[in-house]
């Protein structure tokens, strides 16, 4: 920034003016100056940086045309006898012009300035990672003793806002207290007031022969385990068990690869596409495979392997022994 001071005939004018030096401001500069006098035009390059003085020399001729015709003619007039020169009618037209000028000028080059890109490595060396399901892990600069064990997940590419409310349900808390009210543990209590996200682990009816296709809104972040869920929004047309029409949303466990668009399947009676997020019975899956969710038998709501990078490779069923 430079503050520009008028001057004429060696005399100060009323009123001082920030401006920018920027290298497309700097003609419109030129060309306001040069209705004061060329003195102060020069004074004004020769501040400039050289990049900025050579754009601002070769843009000047062009748009003097435009700022004299807007100037006018200055007038000087002594102010009270003292001795101040003012400036008249045409020199107020010049000089609001040539404030415009670089005003609009100072704008466009701020909305044509792209946005900072964000880092793609951390302070200490590790690559963050732009997948919305394997979020990166960051530290915290060791600026103090609670800091240097800080470890927070990177949510930058997760869902923001609140979970679907109708898929979620109240956690009633102990507070480290028993049936009588006496406490029994001690250090326990408090933390950040939570609702339990319901899951849906069956994916498909125990009993359900047909295909329950749901495309992928939203990833979101569960306080109530370590793996991220996804929201799944169904299709009417999706039958349940009997009849029954399967629920609009539902919450699953967020394999890693999943993108927001994705249509999965879950099928308990037929062979579906080998793709993280489908769900379907273990004999209709080819050796090699990685799964997660298992279910020891049916309808027990997949209680293993349910931790982020928790996954089992399907074998081949062992020779039976002679």
Known sequence: MLRLTRTLGGAALAGQHTMRASPSAAGAAASSCAATGVRTARRWLAAMQPQQRAAGAAGAAGAAAAAGAAAGVWKSSLVGGSGVLGLGWGGLLAQRAGLRCLSSAA???????????????????????TDPTAPSVIRRRPTTPSQRHTAITD?????????????????????ARN???LTTVWGKGGGNKRRYRLIDFQRA?????????????????????TALIALLRHSQSDEGFEGEKHAALSYIVCPRGLVVGNELQASRTQLLDVKPGNSM????????????????RPGQYAPNLRSPRRVRTLCAPAPPKP
């Open 107 to 129: 704008a466009a080059e701020t909305a044509e300035t792209p946005k900072k890109a964000r880092k793609a490595v951390t302070w200490y060396g590790a690559r963050i990672s």
């Open 155 to 175: 949510k930058t590419y997760l869902w923001r806002g609140p979970p679907v409310k109708s898929l979620t349900k109240g956690i009633k808390r102990s507070g």
């Open 179 to 181: 049936n009588q009210g």
């Open 205 to 225: 009816h125990p009993k359900s022969t047909g295909v329950v296709t749901g495309t992928v809104e939203r990833i979101e972040y569960d306080p109530n385990r």
């Open 281 to 296: 019975l273990l004999r209709h899956m080819p050796v090699g495979t990685l799964v997660h969710n298992i279910e020891l």
